[in-house]
């Protein structure tokens, strides 16, 4: 593939992650639906498989085996959406980067045993948008997800470890727990939207 190609792949791919219970699924959705067809949504590739069969819980090697398959199929769901819809925004359901926090081990080895680094999985997006767990204002995240297995004290852990991860990203914006989802979904949707726009300025639209 040129150069110049990936390029332009790479530019429209806009990660929407943070910790359980954000609230990003339904924003996403949300976002497709106001912006119209210039974003696509790439589903959260985890929920795809949960929901097929891969186990959620078990020991450290079940766990290793479920976060390479959903790595794997987070990258192939984002090249496929990619090509089929050239020209588009992509708003990723989470990025590759989110299973080193699910890693058993220390998050770095999760990059070295997929063969990968952080420099290289934060180089596959244009910009990151991160919603932070409603678990911080003490607000259950249960019913949202029916895949989500996580305490309110594990969501809060798992959000300061994707924050520490993702905030390294040049475009990394954050986007704080409101007591109104409505006013977050907003802030989220403002953002968004000037990334739309820098988008179309960057490629004459």
Not at 26 to 36: C, N, S
Not at 169 to 185: D, E, G, R
Request: hydrophobic share 35%; net charge negative.
């Amino acid at each position: 593939m040129a150069h110049s190609e990936l390029m332009n792949q790479k530019c429209c791919r806009i990660v929407l992650t943070g910790g359980p219970g954000g609230g990003k699924t339904t924003a996403a959705d949300l976002y497709r639906r106001e912006i119209g067809e210039d974003v696509v949504v790439v589903p959260e590739a985890a929920t795809l498989l949960y929901t097929g069969g891969f186990p959620r819980e078990g020991d450290p090697e079940v766990k290793k085996a479920t976060q390479r398959a959903i790595y794997h199929v987070q990258t192939n769901l984002e090249d496929a959406q990619s090509a089929h819809f050239k020209g588009r925004i992509l708003l990723c359901d989470r990025g590759t980067i989110d299973g080193a926090v699910y890693w058993p081990t220390d998050p770095l080895d999760f990059f070295i045993h997929l063969e990968t680094s952080l420099e290289k999985e934060l180089d596959r997006y244009d910009a990151v948008i991160f919603f932070e767990t409603a678990a911080v204002g003490g607000i259950s995240i249960e019913g949202g997800n029916p895949t989500r297995t996580e305490s309110i004290e594990e969501a809060i852990r798992l959000d300061h470890k994707l924050k520490k991860l993702w905030s390294q990203h040049p475009h990394f914006v954050f986007i704080p727990h409101q007591s109104s989802f409505i006013k977050k979904v907003n802030l989220g949707l403002e953002e968004l939207s000037k990334m739309v726009t820098h988008h179309h300025l960057m490629h004459g639209k």
